[in-house]
């Protein structure tokens, strides 16, 4: 039989990878493992995914004896290639529902010689298969959830046996510090989850999982995290199995609204008014804007690659809402900025914020930053840590220092809370 090519993208792990089970069974156990480090997505991604996805990759090679394949280049002429130089005779992927990687996959099809085969996803269960009792798609997070339950998904799958990776030349793999061993995380992580629930909007507890970053490259797939999750009985475990679903819900709109990416799925909200990203925007990117707990969030993300969820809304409210910036300027940051940069939460979750999206929040709700600090931060643990020059006001003062000699913040918040009430008025 002729060996098979498994083209590694999101899925970069062995474990509960069918997509590889069904490479190995295709070339009777020889396989080569390649991935694509295609130019529209490595020079598109900040510093902070690309020395994430490196040190992802560097794993995977680890597991396989160092035998996984680099590339440089247009994958529709890169894996065409790698299949005719080992004579594959199929190349074996996971599906790719993400707008680019739909259009590019039909170009490697049309490339190759041999089969393309997909074979599962980065999800528990795929985009498009979730449908409400007219079969159509769910636009409301809370039904598809309940409809995603029902639905289940299948049991991870265990990793193969007796596979023979070949060798083929290859690019060395830029240099990362960073470590990466999802499952270990994962399972250290799961003796607290019964917490999540309980501390999941506190940044000073930094108790979360930061899971996202290895689901993001699929170092993990979440059926294993949903079987793990089965296991467990608290109200914790419950609040995590819904933040996955909103994970696949996300996917799920982006799959079927492309444009989603970049524009609001509520059309009225093209005619908002919106103001130019300058001088206010520059200090929000740079933690420069008075109020301590949007600072801490953007510190933290240019520091780290990383931002806690509930900083996140708190951060992207006050640039849309304070700043009256379009929240797809804020998006494109996060996707620079971000480890864990994933395009369809990314996007639908700035668009919950804006309140142009699917299930999104209203477009009044509009976060305080200082009652946000207060409840989130109460000791202003979070806050001392990333914003150095307030640790020495105590938690009374620290979400709101002006009251104590440090400069005004760059805008008023009850007027800039009118004024995008005034705009959101406008539209509707």
């Not at 069974?25 to 991604?45: E, H, K, S, Y």
């Not at 000073?204 to 170092?219: A, F, W």
């Not at 001392?384 to 005004?408: C, I, M, Q, T």
Request: hydrophobic share 40%; glycine share 8%.
């Amino acid at each position: 039989m002729a060996p098979a090519v498994m083209w590694f993208r999101r899925d970069l792990r062995l474990t509960d990878n069918p997509a590889l089970l069904d490479a190995v069974a295709a070339g009777d156990g020889r396989v080569l493992g390649l991935f694509v480090l295609d130019p529209q997505l490595w020079d598109r991604a900040g510093d902070p995914r690309r020395e994430q996805l490196t040190a992802s990759l560097r794993q995977l090679s680890d597991s396989i004896g160092g035998r996984l394949v680099v590339r440089r280049g247009d994958p529709a002429t890169v894996v065409p290639a790698s299949a005719e130089e080992i004579g594959a005779a199929s190349v074996h992927i996971s599906a790719d529902y993400g707008p680019y990687g739909q259009r590019r996959d039909k170009e490697v099809e049309a490339s190759l010689k041999c089969p393309l085969v997909a074979t599962g996803s980065p999800y528990a269960i795929a985009p498009g298969r979730i449908l409400n009792q007219q079969n159509r798609p769910y636009q409301v997070f809370t039904p598809y959830f309940r409809a995603w339950l029902e639905h289940g998904w299948r049991r991870p799958v265990a990793a193969p046996a007796n596979v023979r990776w070949l060798e083929a030349g290859g690019e060395d793999l830029p240099k990362s510090t960073l470590g990466s061993a999802a499952l270990d995380q994962w399972q250290e992580y799961l003796d607290d989850v019964a917490r999540y629930d309980d501390e999941r909007d506190r940044p000073d507890l930094d108790s979360t999982s930061r899971m996202s970053i290895p689901l993001k490259y699929g170092e993990i797939h979440p059926r294993t995290m949903l079987a793990d999750l089965a296991r467990k009985r608290s109200q914790g475990a419950e609040a995590y199995r819904r933040q996955l679903a909103w994970r696949e819900f996300c996917a799920d709109l982006l799959a079927r609204y492309p444009d989603a990416a970049w524009k609001p799925l509520r059309p009225e909200f093209e005619r908002m008014e919106y103001d130019e990203p300058g001088a206010l925007f520059d200090a929000w990117r740079e933690g420069r804007t008075g109020y301590p707990f949007v600072d801490a969030g953007m510190r933290q993300l240019a520091e780290t690659g990383f931002l806690h969820n509930r900083v996140r809304m708190v951060v992207a409210s006050f640039l849309v809402k304070d700043l009256h910036v379009h929240w797809k300027f804020g998006a494109r940051w996060f996707m620079r900025s971000l480890r864990d940069g994933d395009l369809a939460s990314n996007s639908l979750n700035w668009q919950w914020v804006a309140g142009c999206g699917a299930d999104a929040a209203p477009y009044f709700r509009i976060f305080n930053p200082v009652g946000q600090g207060k409840k989130f931060d109460p000791d202003g643990e979070y806050v001392r840590r990333w914003v150095p020059e307030l640790r020495d006001l105590d938690a009374s003062a620290v979400h709101e220092p002006w009251k104590h000699g440090y400069p005004d913040p760059v805008v008023d918040h009850a007027e800039a809370r009118r004024e995008a009430l005034r705009r959101y008025d406008a539209i509707r």
